[in-house]
């Protein structure tokens, strides 16, 4: 029979209690996202809303947490049936499809995880979770895996998706070394996707595990094991890389930096808050996000 007695010594029953009683909604269940529903769910966490559209193929395998004997099947349905084979007690309820047509999963949760690769997706996540003040983790990994992402959302505290997505971008790794200049500006291919050679599982799940303890972490705030963190975004090394402009970041290294949040920016911005009452903000539209963005780094690479 399975039982939490490890994870209780670490974390203390009343907080285990807490974890079970959590609400997790999983966006995207590929090498990353099926990582950290496992995790979450091996560290106690009690409910889980599953969202993938896709069914898992054999060039999956290598970078999935479910083996060969789930080909055919939905992502998110052999996700669920994993989480109960670790923690037979939690609740999965499964989506199989496009996010967008499944919004009213994000009604009630505690926490969001994004677990898609694509740009477009994110940016519909992040209106909606802005709406409904749900705090968000977002991960993303670099071109060959090697490094990746991780910033904690929490709407309006700091900054959301959009202008976080927009100073990152903008902000890191510019210099004229051609390994900054990929990290920068090649991980974002022309359909907004974090995109090219994925890299392998190992260097996948490594971004997945900060982003799956991220996760925990807001998950306990305000109770005894809570820890602050450094800044809202952690962004880690997989293979020696310029992170910030003239430092190079060793293997197995990470740099934490804080991203504002942008006054003007056109979905958490102040001014929008001033001028549109609640449902409007809907209106800004996914492309001007996306081309607000796009704009700026194509500028940003003609100065070099
Ligand atoms: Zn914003």
Redesign the pocket.
């Known amino acids: 029979m399975v039982n939490f007695d490890r994870v209780e010594r670490l974390l203390g029953s009343h907080n285990l209690e807490r974890l079970q009683q959590k609400r997790v909604g999983i966006v995207g269940l590929g090498s990353g996202g099926g990582f950290v529903a496992l995790s979450l769910a091996m560290s106690g966490v009690g409910h889980f809303t599953l969202v993938d559209s896709d069914v898992l193929e054999a060039n999956n395998i290598v970078r999935h947490v479910a083996d060969s004997r789930y080909i055919g099947q939905a992502k998110a349905e052999v996700v669920a049936e994993l989480i109960h084979q670790r923690n037979p007690a939690a609740t999965t309820e499964v989506r199989v499809g496009r996010i967008e047509d499944h919004l009213d999963i994000l009604d009630g949760l505690d926490i969001l995880v994004s677990g898609v690769d694509g740009e477009g997706p994110k940016y519909i996540l992040n209106q909606e979770c802005l709406k409904r003040n749900l705090p968000a983790v977002y991960a993303g990994v670099y071109e060959r895996g090697e490094g990746g992402d991780v910033v904690v959302i929490r709407p309006y505290q700091g900054?959301?998706?959009?202008?976080?997505a927009a100073e990152l971008r903008e902000g890191l790794a510019l210099s004229n070394i051609d390994n900054a200049q990929e990290l920068d500006y090649g991980m974002i291919g022309p359909d907004g996707t974090l995109e090219a050679e994925p890299g392998l599982w190992l260097h996948v799940v490594r971004v997945a595990s900060a982003q799956a303890d991220l996760t925990l972490n807001e998950l306990l705030h305000q109770t005894d094991v809570y820890k602050t963190m450094p800044a809202n975004t952690v962004i880690l090394a997989n293979t020696a890389m310029e992170i910030l402009t003239g430092q190079m970041s060793q293997p197995y290294t990470a740099v934490w930096v804080n991203i504002a949040?942008?006054p003007h920016?056109?979905?958490?911005?102040d001014d929008l808050q001033n001028n549109l009452a609640g449902d409007q903000q809907e209106q800004v539209s996914l492309d001007d996000l996306m081309n607000s963005v796009s704009i700026e780094m194509r500028e940003d690479k003609e100065e070099k």
């Open positions: 900054p959301c998706y959009a202008c976080w949040r942008d920016c056109l979905v958490c911005g």
